[in-house]
């Protein structure tokens, strides 16, 4: 049973940073993308960031130039760093694994960030 365990959040002063990660435990086969959502209270979940199994990556236009999502594929990791935080940030994370056969969900990160 492969789970995607996440840590890294917690609360910021607007201006700040934080860095995310998003480790598989076992082995998953076909990964095709690795994503990280977020989910604002009364909001829908929105896809934050992207990379995919060539290394290609795409933002949201809402983080493009502050967040940055890289992978350590050796370790099935996903990192999200979160740089120039803003108080619309704040949100529960969640790490996405796209592969084959099935879809993999973290069980999510709370990221405050503070005014």
């Known amino acids: 049973q492969v789970q995607l365990v996440e840590s890294g959040g917690g609360l910021v002063q607007a201006g700040g940073s934080l860095r995310l990660s998003c480790t598989a435990s076992?082995?998953?086969?076909?990964?095709?993308?690795m994503n990280w959502y977020r989910q604002a209270p009364g909001k829908q979940r929105e896809l934050v960031a992207q990379?995919?199994?060539?290394?290609?990556?795409h933002y949201a236009d809402s983080v493009k130039g502050r967040f940055t999502i890289s992978r350590d594929n050796g370790k099935i990791t996903v990192y999200l760093q979160m740089n120039s935080l803003k108080p619309e940030d704040t949100a529960t994370y969640y790490c996405?694994?796209?592969?084959?056969?099935?879809?993999?969900w973290g069980q999510g990160t709370q990221v405050t960030v503070s005014s």
């Open positions: 996405n694994i796209i592969a084959v056969l099935r879809n993999y």
């Open positions: 076992g082995n998953i086969f076909g990964l095709a993308a």
């Open positions: 990379i995919t199994s060539d290394g290609s990556t």
